[in-house]
């Protein structure tokens, strides 16, 4: 039996978790709310002007990219180009408020731990890099020199390089990526996982298999001409805001936007543009977004879209002019097999593991048939499932039967929930890395990579707790928060030998330290670098595959941090002494690292530091959006599926977890979650009130949540106040990384080792 993991109890010193209020938001996305909410971030962090001089420059030519989602710039940035959350996210690195040496002689590590994930985060920027004294269980200052030294010798005393992890936050620059991965494969292993297996590897993985390439392939101008957008499993009104301004641009000009998602979320109903003057003066409720909304169950969305697709048959079947014909003969193969799958799959099935009605599906159907140009858009909602690949599979199967990939308007569109996820991947970020890419790497740097495959994100999680990992390595991130099986992974965590996080601010991660811990002190997106050699920028690559600059101008919270670049540099020239690669100047001078980028990825890098000079950067390009498909045949793959029976036992729920507004992945900015009607409280399970009263409970009441997964660990969390909300029967909703701790690392995505953490099998009982 777990029981709640240290810092759930108590949330003192911050805005206290007081069981909260809960009352219907009225309100659109965005508009007066945004308005507010924004300005209050800003007085409530301090230093106003700071904030308000950055966000000047967050998202602009020569400015720096926004900390928070990976959302691309339009063709030409506003004035003010960000949404309330980057605000947040922006703020959050500008406050004045610092951690530091007096901070950490206060508060020991075990005190440290009981505090709330908001708590620790907003006492601030961190200062000086720490080291974990475990006699006295406080965190003390330690040298940047001794620190790089410390860890030199703890690398070349590993008896195999595979007992060091080395974790990546989406975060981290591709500069930076890219010295990160050339050092760690220079130690000698693969162990890189990062934040992308816990979120879209099930899109990469299937997009893979089917088109030949991981990443999305439209661009934002693509949004200007589609007449129908698909959004599934996504909530852009608080994880990708800037998304409901094309949106509502797409609605408005009469396309039609169909959204599948278990939740109504505000974002996908109405939207106020908070700068748009006209619009806000309006008494209207706001541009409404979705034309379609359906709710299919939580998991239901493969028996969902295989539905649309079946309609989509019978409906050529009555004319024989729906499906492109010409497309599916030159590229694509499986059709057939495809076909005859749709045609023994029988409606009934479809609507229960659906929840949602034939004539529904049919209607969507009926829409996407008559558009031109479709773009299918999803996030988490669809990735943390044991199915998750089939399902993104069934989405380009759909898109396509009609031709609905490479052509200008339409194509696939999974949105990455970290600013540079996709350019880290890019970098070489991974646990699996292509034989190309090793080559290369091992040309351009004289050495022999590794090519064992190393641990992603889960098996490490289960490597550590069986004692195979001596160091742990966090560039970035909060593994300990982000990750499943909460008191699992604590628990792994301080088996390790030593534990190392390179972060920008305090966080959950700092307080589960391994036998030996330290803590590296980094840049962040809006201060600025500079070396002897001049002012750096580093450059990330956006969910569209644009790849621009960014360059911070702030002074440094601290005059002891390091940017990312140069403190994997300097960890390599203490690590590797007579290395041959030429780690000083690399750190000095970024251009030298684009140079060496340039040579190692020459198709998508080629003359990289003077493209990088194009106002808005450069277009990665992708095979798939040219028709070149790099699959094993060389063409595009229908895939098949069989749908899966989600039926739980009577009396069980399937809980999902998901970001209330006020949140950035494991950042909690408050414990207000404006657009779900939540205040004051972040321990809430959203439930249909018809399974409120079959399970005998009540709007309000306190209850324990108990998980039920097959590897038989019970997994309990107490205290969560139950709230009425309009998701269909069976299902519910709360918040992560609260209910992080009910996710069963052994409980994965087939094919992507992705944490299942969309479908927790629950039951519920009052709390005592
Ligand atoms: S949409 Fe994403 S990238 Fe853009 S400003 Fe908002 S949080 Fe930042």
Not at 221 to 227: G, I, K, S
Not at 259 to 282: D, I, V, Y
């Amino acid at each position: 039996m777990s029981e709640s993991p240290p810092g759930e109890q108590t949330a003192s010193h911050d805005q206290q978790d007081d069981g909260g209020r809960v009352k219907p938001y009225p309100g659109p996305a965005g508009g007066w709310g945004s308005l507010k909410a924004g300005i209050g971030h800003i007085l409530n962090q301090g230093g106003t002007l700071a904030a308000a001089s950055a966000l000047l420059r967050v998202n602009q030519p020569n400015g720096f990219d926004c900390p928070g989602c990976a959302w691309p710039e339009p063709t030409t940035p506003g004035m003010l180009e960000f949404c309330e959350n980057g605000i947040k996210a922006v703020t959050w690195e500008t406050t004045p408020k610092r951690v530091g040496r007096d901070f950490f002689a206060q508060h020991t590590v075990s005190s440290l731990q009981q505090q709330s994930d908001r708590w620790l985060e907003g006492h601030g920027r961190l200062t000086e890099p720490m080291r974990y004294h475990r006699d006295t269980d406080h965190y003390e200052p330690i040298p940047w020199e001794a620190a790089f030294n410390l860890l030199a010798d703890r690398f070349n005393a590993l008896s195999n390089p595979n007992r060091a992890v080395f974790y990546t936050s989406g975060r981290t620059s591709n500069e930076a990526a890219f010295l990160y991965q050339l050092f760690v494969r220079k130690l000698g292993t693969n162990n890189l996982p990062d934040c992308s297996n816990m979120c879209h590897e099930s899109s990469g993985v299937a997009m893979t298999e089917s088109i030949g390439t991981g990443k999305g392939t439209v661009t934002i101008q693509d949004f200007e001409l589609a007449d129908c957008i698909l959004v599934i499993g996504q909530n852009p009104g608080t994880n990708h805001p800037r998304m409901l301004t094309e949106l509502q641009k797409a609605a408005k000009r009469g396309a039609k936007i169909i959204t599948l998602n278990p939740l109504k979320e505000r974002g996908l109903e109405r939207f106020k543009h908070p700068q748009h003057p006209a619009e806000m003066l309006s008494p209207t409720g706001g541009t409404a977004i979705s034309s379609t909304y359906l709710q299919p169950v939580v998991g239901g969305d493969l028996a969902a879209i295989k539905g649309i697709c079946k309609r989509v048959i019978e409906m050529n079947d009555d004319t024989g002019t729906i499906l492109d014909r010409d497309f599916i003969e030159e590229h694509t193969t499986g059709f057939d097999a495809f076909l005859e799958d749709l045609r023994a799959t029988d409606w009934q099935q479809i609507e229960q593991q659906s929840g949602l009605s034939q004539q529904q599906l049919s209607e969507v159907a009926e829409i996407y048939t008559h558009s031109k140009r479709v773009i299918a858009c999803w996030a988490m909602g669809l990735t943390q499932h044991k199915h998750a690949v089939p399902t993104i599979q069934m989405i380009v199967n759909l898109l396509l039967m009609c031709g609905h990939i490479g052509k200008n308007g339409a194509g696939i569109c999974p949105v990455r929930g970290h600013s540079n996820v996709q350019g880290d991947r890019t970098m070489g970020i991974t646990e699996k890395p292509s034989t190309a890419f090793l080559d290369s790497l091992g040309k351009a740097f004289n050495f022999k990579p590794p090519r064992e495959p190393g641990y992603n994100t889960v098996e490490t999680i289960q490597a550590m707790s069986q004692g195979k990992v001596d160091v742990f390595f966090a560039m970035g991130g909060n593994f300990a928060a982000a990750s499943p099986d909460t008191v699992h992974t604590y628990q792994a965590l301080q088996r390790c030998g030593l534990t190392v996080h390179v972060s920008t601010k305090l966080n959950r991660s700092h307080t589960i330290v391994g036998q030996d811990a330290l803590i590296l002190p980094c840049l962040g997106r809006t201060e600025s670098d500079i070396s002897s050699t001049g002012p750096q920028s580093v450059t990330v690559e956006d969910s569209m595959s644009q790849v621009h600059a960014s360059s911070g101008s702030r002074k440094p919270a601290s005059p002891l941090l390091l940017s990312e670049p140069v403190i994997v540099a300097r960890l390599a020239r203490a690590t590797f002494p007579s290395d041959t690669a030429d780690w000083d100047n690399l750190e000095k001078n970024y251009n030298l690292i684009r140079d060496k980028i340039a040579e190692v990825l020459p198709e998508q890098f080629h003359d990289f530091n003077d493209r990088i000079k194009l106002p808005g950067g450069f277009y990665l390009g992708n095979p798939a959006r040219d028709r070149q498909w790099e699959t094993a045949t060389g063409k595009a793959l229908f895939t098949i599926a069989p749908i899966p029976d989600l039926t739980l036992p009577a009396g069980q729920l399937r809980l999902m977890t998901l970001r209330s507004h006020d949140q950035y992945n494991t950042t909690v900015y408050s414990n207000n979650d404006r657009y779900r009607g939540v205040s004051g409280t972040r321990k809430v399970i959203f439930m249909n009130q018809d399974d409120i009263a079959e399970l005998k409970l009540h709007d309000g009441q306190s209850v324990s949540i108990e998980s039920h997964f097959a590897d038989g660990v019970q997994r309990c969390v107490a205290g969560f106040r139950v709230v009425t909300y309009d998701i269909p029967r069976g299902c519910a909703a709360g918040y992560f990384p609260e209910l992080n701790p009910l996710v069963s690392v052994n409980s994965t995505a087939v094919g992507s080792h992705t944490p299942t953490s969309k479908f927790i099998p629950v039951t519920l009982s009052p709390s005592s």
